[in-house]
T-cell receptor, first 113, second 110 residues
Framework: EAQVTQNPRYLITVTGKKLTVTCSQNMNHEYMSWYRQDPGLGLRQIYYSMNVEVTDKGDVPEGYKVSRKEKRNFPLILESPSPNQTSLYFC????????????FGQGTRLTVV | GESVGLHLPTLSVQEGDNSIINCAYSNSASDYFIWYKQESGKGPQFIIDIRSNMDKRQGQRVTVLLNKTVKHLSLQIAATQPGDSAVYFCAEKWRTALIFGKGTTLSVSS
């Protein structure tokens, strides 16, 4: 089954404690991206990757890092989380930025206290 | 900056009615548009897409209309069912990014 898998689904952490949210896709897609979803603001892109070792900033990259060492995995790293990063995060993959629809993961609800 | 927006944050319809969800976009250079459905507790799910060289595209019970003159996108759902209750987002492809609207919540009552 084609899918994008994120882990964990829920996470509560404290300010400043580094964390990683993993994302994996089994569709051999080249393009992957991370979004955060906040009430009233909709979905905003954090980072994207067009292929292995190729990443770039989206609209709201501050406070986040990503890596793309393998095609299937695209982890999101928060080196020093802050309360304003409390949000619902989604990973997505697609054949290409100009290609067909993006497949989204189930989401990771992060709370930073 | 460029943005994609929706006209109404909520829409309530009766089961069996046709629903129309609207979206206004501001980036005239965007050439690809998508509608997503997001159910509670789930990630967005692709519904239908349309390229800028088309005015209309139909799927199963859904139709997307694109009016480039007024930069307007709409999603029509025929014979709306309770299972259609969700938040609907339009999105445009702008360079390498998907820019999403804020969403319309569709509520379907029996």
């Amino acid at each position: 089954e084609a899918q994008v898998t994120q882990n964990p689904r829920y996470l509560i952490t404290v300010t400043g404690k580094k964390l990683t949210v993993t994302c994996s896709q089994n569709m051999n897609h080249e393009y992957m991206s991370w979004y955060r979803q906040d009430p009233g603001l909709g979905l905003r892109q954090i980072y994207y990757s067009m292929n292995v070792e190729v990443t770039d900033k989206g609209d709201v990259p501050e406070g986040y890092k990503v890596s793309r060492k393998e095609k299937r995995n695209f982890p999101l790293i928060l080196e020093s989380p802050s309360p304003n990063q409390t949000s619902l995060y989604f990973c997505a993959s697609s054949l290409g930025p100009q290609g067909t629809e993006a497949f989204f993961g189930q989401g990771t609800r992060l709370t930073v206290v | 900056g460029e943005s994609v927006g929706l006209h109404l944050p909520t829409l309530s319809v009766q089961e069996g009615d046709n629903s129309i969800i609207n979206c206004a976009y501001s980036n005239s250079a965007s050439d690809y548009f998508i509608w997503y459905k997001q159910e509670s507790g789930k990630g967005p799910q692709f519904i239908i897409d349309i390229r800028s060289n088309m005015d209309k595209r139909q799927g199963q019970r859904v139709t997307v209309l694109l009016n480039k003159t007024v930069k307007h996108l709409s999603l029509q759902i025929a014979a709306t069912q309770p299972g259609d209750s969700a938040v609907y987002f339009c999105a445009e492809k702008w360079r390498t990014a998907l820019i999403f609207g804020k969403g319309t919540t569709l509520s379907v009552s029996s």
